[in-house]
């Protein structure tokens, strides 16, 4: 299994945080990714989507890759304050975070809107990281693996391969709190994830698909967290947004 083990990703979701200004962030994150990491683990940062292009052209040339957020899963049309996957490739990105919890609660996403989006995002070439995760209401009642399985049957589309698809177990409870699962639970619920993943996505991919923790991921903790088996990467909201604490979470994969 460890030499199946698929090459690490952590990525930043910048949520609705940053200005033009913030490409000074990028170019700190470039300037301390040098071979010691890159050679271990893939860096992603998606900022918010006025901001897609101008982070995409200052990445050129750099080995980190730039996402959007979440997008529409028709190409183009009447669709007043939404982006299209191929708006998002068009601007320099290469993946999509969809189905956050923040959209699934401000925004009313279901499974299959999450799973529309990430076909769109697949039809234009991006690869989809897809959040699932279970309420604390939800883990207390004994429900996280029921939750988190349904959220995954619904929300993956057909046609999905470890090339394009990415999933991130967030526990809603955990983002932006400062609380963690301990690491007997992430591996419980990342093992059960690699499971579905046979009937998800088949057998020859099942074990490449990356499956990223997200939820209060920090340099002092991400060590603990990224050891955990089936936990290839970390999807990280705040701390992404200062250089030195993201590259200290990409750290726990540099040894
Ligand atoms: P957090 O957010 O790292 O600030 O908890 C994670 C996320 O929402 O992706």
Known sequence: MSVDRPRPLVAGNWK??????????????????????????????????????????????????IGGQDCHAKESGAYT???????????????????????????GEKDADVRAKAEAAHRAGLTAIVCVGETREEREAGK??????????????EGSTSENLVIAYEP??????????????VAEV????????KRLVGKAEQNKVRILYGGS?????AGELMAVPNVDGA???GASLVAVDFLGIARAYSK
């Open 81 to 107: 304050g939404n982006v299209s996957a191929e708006m998002l490739v068009d601007a320099g990105a290469t993946h999509v975070i969809l189905g956050h919890s923040e959209r699934r609660q401000y925004h």
């Open 235 to 237: 999807l990280v909201g």
């Open 190 to 197: 990342h093992a059960a994830i690699r499971d579905d993943l």
């Open 217 to 221: 991921v920090k340099p002092s903790n």
């Open 144 to 157: 996280t693996l029921s939750v988190v399985r349904k959220q995954l049957r619904g929300s993956i589309p």
């Open 16 to 65: 609705m945080n940053g200005l033009k200004a913030s490409t000074k962030v990028l170019a700190e994150i470039q300037a301390d990714y040098g071979p010691g990491l890159w050679r271990h683990v893939d860096l992603v940062v998606c900022p918010p989507a006025p901001l897609t292009a101008i982070f995409a052209l200052a990445a050129v040339g750099t080995r980190i890759g």
């Open 172 to 185: 809603v409870w955990a983002i932006g709190t400062g609380l963690t699962p301990t690491a007997g639970d």
